[in-house]
Each structure stands twice: as structure tokens, then as C-alpha cells.
């Protein structure tokens, strides 16, 4: 019988089925890149509600395994080694889940850094910048009379919604006819500011028919709209 209770985490999220993967988590564009990509892996897991409404990212129990308090996270009883290994940062984990199961990650040496070159350009790009639109213009931030700032992630949203665009005009997905962990971590992010945001006028979504056409096939995808509502909310 696997025991995770070296873990302080699972004090407050006990493991039900101990023996598969655990993920902590909310369905926010970070959170769902996980669940999405462990739908469409069919690798057997666990997900745990992290709720910001009673702050539980800032529990002692949380932090103890993500210091930097926020979700996603993971613990995954069969590591490397055969010994249990915790996680967070999604970039981090959709590497290590795409490893593990050998799926949505390009085997071939030069497809494989050139998938993980656009992790990371929605990691350090696509997130941060679409998240700061979503503060200035949707949330606290919307309120704020001066609009410089709010104007400053718009034109750095639409220069990024640009730069995929013109991947995406000669391929179906980022890295062409494979469906990767690169399109996991970075259509949540397009569909968030649309839908949730409602910054799809304020960027000029329409300019960019590559990037709407992709996502599109992106939430067709049954294990997309399965991951999109993990960990149900309460
Ligand atoms: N770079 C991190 C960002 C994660 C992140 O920003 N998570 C947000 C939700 S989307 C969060 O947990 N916020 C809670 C907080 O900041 O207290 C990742 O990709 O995992």
C-alpha cells in the first residue's frame, strides 16, 4: 500500500486512492493545462479542490509542498526511482507527465526542444502578459482611470497573439501535424482571455484567424472539455 504521509499536504487533502497520482488544483488556465493533459493521457490521478475563496494555497499544508503558493501542483506516488515525487510549476509538470507516459512530447531530439522553446514562450510570455491584461482590464485593476497600463499588456498580448499567429498559418498545431504539450499550456490561456476576460475587441482576436481556428479544434477535444472542469468547483 503506497503511504504519502511524509507528505504534510495530504493532511489537509487526504488520498483517497494513494497509489495514483495527486493533483492540487482550481480550473483557472494554469490549473486545466494539468487536468487537460492528464485527461487526455488516461494516466490514472486524484484531483483535490485548492479553493482561493478560504485561501488553502496559503496553508501551512500547501505550502509545503508549493512555497510559492500557487496551484498547480502535484504529487505523483510512482517517481522516478519508483519513490514519490512533488511538483509544481505547470510548465514543470506537463514536462514530467509527457515524459512519464512518452505522449504529447516529440521523441526526436530537435522537435523535442523546439516543443519545450514553446512551453516556454507561453510560460514567460503568453501567461504573464495575458494574466496582467486580465487584472487591468477585467478585474480590481479595470477600475483605474489611467489606462496606460491596461494599454501596455494589450499591445503585448496582440504582439504575442501575432507571433503564434503566424506559427500556427502554415500548421494545425504549434508544432505542425502533433498535438503537444505546447498547445496544453497555451490555449487555456487564448480561450481565458476571450471568454473570461472578454479582451477578445480589445486585442483584435479577429486579426488572428490561425490562432481562433486552432483553438476551436482545441476545445473540440473531449479530453479538453473533460480537463476544463477539474477539479469541480464547489
Ligand atoms: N507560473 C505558475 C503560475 C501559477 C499561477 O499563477 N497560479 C494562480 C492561478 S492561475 C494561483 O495559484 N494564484 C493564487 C495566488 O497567487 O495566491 C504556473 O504556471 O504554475
Known amino acids: 500500500m503506497t503511504d504519502l504521509s511524509a507528505f ?76 514519490p515525487l512533488a511538483l509544481f510549476e505547470s510548465g514543470a509538470i506537463l514536462l514530467y507527465l509527457a515524459e512519464k507516459t512518452g505522449q504529447f512530447l516529440p521523441a526526436d531530439a530537435a522537435a523535442r526542444y523546439e516543443t519545450i522553446q514553446w512551453l516556454m514562450f507561453q510560460m514567460a510570455g503568453i501567461g504573464p502578459m495575458f494574466g496582467q491584461l486580465g487584472f487591468f482590464h477585467f478585474f480590481a485593476g479595470k477600475d483605474y482611470e489611467d489606462k496606460r497600463p491596461r494599454d501596455r499588456y494589450v499591445a503585448e498580448s496582440r504582439r504575442l497573439l501575432g507571433v503564434l499567429d503566424q506559427r500556427l ?32 475587441d480589445l486585442v483584435g482576436i479577429q486579426d488572428f484567424g490561425h490562432v481562433t481556428r486552432a483553438l476551436a479544434a482545441f476545445v473540440a477535444r473531449p479530453a479538453v472539455a473533460r480537463g476544463l472542469g477539474i477539479p469541480t468547483r464547489a
Request: glycine share 6%; aromatic share 10%; hydrophobic share 35%.
Open 8 to 83: 504534510p499536504i495530504t493532511r489537509k487533502w487526504p488520498a483517497q486512492y494513494p497509489e495514483r497520482l495527486q493533483l492540487y488544483s482550481l480550473p483557472t488556465p494554469n490549473g486545466v493545462k494539468v487536468s487537460i493533459l492528464l485527461e487526455e493521457t488516461g494516466l490514472p490521478y486524484e484531483a483535490h479542490l485548492v479553493s482561493f475563496e478560504t485561501q488553502d494555497q496559503l496553508t501551512p499544508e500547501f505550502l509545503s509542498l508549493n512555497p510559492n503558493n500557487k496551484i498547480p501542483a502535484i504529487l505523483d506516488p510512482n517517481g522516478p526511482g519508483g519513490r
Open 169 to 200: 498559418a502554415t500548421r494545425t498545431w504549434i508544432m505542425g501535424d502533433d498535438y503537444t504539450i505546447a498547445d496544453i499550456a497555451t490555449f487555456p490561456w487564448v480561450r481565458n482571455l476571450i471568454d473570461r476576460y472578454q479582451a477578445g
